[in-house]
């Protein structure tokens, strides 16, 4: 897999890499207490580290619920409000747009309404200079770094077919976001057939798709990993620092399959692209 960020950072895992990666945040995820059924949050940006510990959650039987660092407190608040996570992994900082995001005070806020929580993993990200003393909480803190040593194979526990895999959320626009789950054996099935018959994808091809956390378009994207394909995972915006950002990627990192939408294609034109 291959996570780009907005400011042009590349970083590149192979199926190895994201193993042991996998492998010892379980580890450690386990020893804080983490079974099957227990629920972990993140919000985070669309980087490897949110792909590490969505698969090393649902390695262990755990229900993962993802949302993404530009929603507000109340937003973040009536999603994982509703249910318990046991753990937390949040970004201290992101980047959209050319600016650099500081999360320290928004997540404080949001710890403060999280009874439930007894780890918190904090991804310095866009904010190396994060510490722990930072964030005011009951529950343990620690850095992403010093959480986890990387190493080992991963192990998984079996689950029933429809145990839950993912609890998403539907937008909110009629009360408070609904929970909706998702179960383990479905979500490999349906994405699997969409990858491997709809979109033909094989292990030599490269799918992208724009996309934050906070959307089930994410959920689809990393499950191209059951193909044994390649991921583009993309943070930022899609038109800094210029409208044409995201169509370069398909040269630079041979993209087979771009996933996009109506208004980016609409934006594109109106900038007067043409992509060749």
């Given at each position: 897999?291959?996570?780009?960020?907005?400011?042009?950072?590349?970083?590149?895992?192979?199926?190895?890499?994201?193993?042991?990666?996998?492998?010892?945040?379980?580890?450690?995820?386990?020893?804080?207490?983490?079974?099957?059924?227990?629920?972990?949050?993140?919000?985070?940006?669309?980087?490897?580290?949110?792909?590490?510990?969505?698969?090393?959650?649902?390695?262990?039987?755990?229900?993962?619920?993802?949302?993404?660092?530009?929603?507000g407190t109340q937003g973040v608040i009536d999603r994982f409000g509703q249910i318990e996570p046991k753990v937390l992994i949040t970004c201290a900082g992101y980047r959209y747009a050319g600016k650099t995001i500081d999360q320290s005070a928004k997540l404080n806020e949001i710890l403060e309404r999280l009874p439930s929580l007894e780890q918190l993993i904090i991804v310095p990200y866009a904010r190396p200079q994060a510490r722990v003393e930072d964030y005011q909480t009951h529950a343990s803190v620690s850095l992403w770094q010093d959480f986890y040593s990387t190493g080992g194979e991963p192990e998984f526990v079996a689950v029933p077919f429809d145990?839950?895999?993912?609890?998403?959320?539907?937008?909110?626009?009629?009360?408070?976001?609904?929970?909706?789950?998702?179960?383990?054996?479905?979500?490999?099935?349906?994405?699997?057939?969409?990858?491997?018959?709809?979109?033909?994808?094989?292990?030599?091809?490269?799918?992208?798709?724009?996309?934050?956390?906070?959307?089930?378009?994410?959920?689809?994207?990393?499950?191209?990993?059951?193909?044994?394909a390649t991921a583009v995972l993309y943070d930022g915006s899609p038109f800094h620092p210029g409208p044409e950002r995201l169509i370069d990627l398909i040269d630079a990192e041979r993209i087979s399959v771009f996933g996009t939408s109506p208004k980016f294609l609409a934006t594109l034109e109106k900038a007067g692209c043409s992509p060749a």
């Open positions: 897999m291959v996570a780009i960020g907005e400011d042009g950072q590349r970083e590149q895992l192979s199926y190895a890499d994201l193993a042991a990666h996998v492998a010892g945040l379980q580890n450690s995820l386990r020893a804080a207490g983490v079974t099957q059924g227990d629920r972990v949050a993140a919000c985070m940006p669309n980087t490897w580290q949110t792909l590490v510990g969505m698969l090393a959650t649902t390695s262990l039987g755990a229900i993962w619920s993802c949302s993404s660092p530009d929603f145990h839950p895999l993912y609890i998403l959320y539907s937008s909110g626009t009629t009360g408070v976001p609904k929970c909706i789950i998702h179960g383990t054996g479905g979500v490999l099935l349906t994405h699997l057939k969409e990858h491997g018959l709809h979109a033909d994808l094989a292990r030599e091809d490269c799918l992208f798709y724009y996309t934050t956390c906070g959307w089930m378009m994410w959920n689809w994207l990393v499950s191209v990993l059951a193909i044994g």
